[in-house]
């Protein structure tokens, strides 16, 4: 099995950033897309980025590009999310997730704890 651990999340002033990450553990090989997503209080879960096994390509959802950047490192078994110029909207539990499917994986086999982003004014 697969075990996912988010951490890097904490209480931010608007304008600032953090850096997210996603440790990994057991065999991820046939779930080889990384994922970002998120809940606010009361929202639905939002889906966030997406990264491709090499890395090389990338996917956001619109309100996060230009500001939020997802990578990985395969040989440390990690994925990160870069956060710059956070903005209350990006105020959630963001999780760590993986699966198959290119941008947006329909359905994501393994997913992490979350970490609270909490952005104030």
């Known amino acids: 099995q697969v075990q996912l651990e988010e951490s890097g999340g904490g209480l931010v002033q608007a304008g600032g950033a953090l850096r997210l990450s996603c440790a990994a553990s057991?065999?991820?090989?046939?779930?080889?897309?990384v994922a970002w997503l998120r809940q606010a209080p009361g929202k639905e879960r939002e889906f966030v980025a997406t990264i491709t096994e090499s890395g090389r390509n990338t996917y956001y959802t619109d309100s996060v590009k230009g500001r939020f950047t997802i990578s990985r490192d395969n040989t440390r078994n990690m994925a990160y999310l870069q956060m710059n110029n956070l903005k209350p909207e990006d105020t959630a539990v963001y999780y760590c997730?993986?699966?198959?499917?290119?941008?947006?994986?329909?359905?994501?086999?393994?997913w992490g704890q979350g970490t609270q982003v909490t952005v104030s004014s």
């Open positions: 997730a993986v699966g198959r499917g290119w941008p947006v994986p329909k359905k994501y086999n393994y």
């Open positions: 057991g065999d991820t090989s046939s779930n080889p897309v």
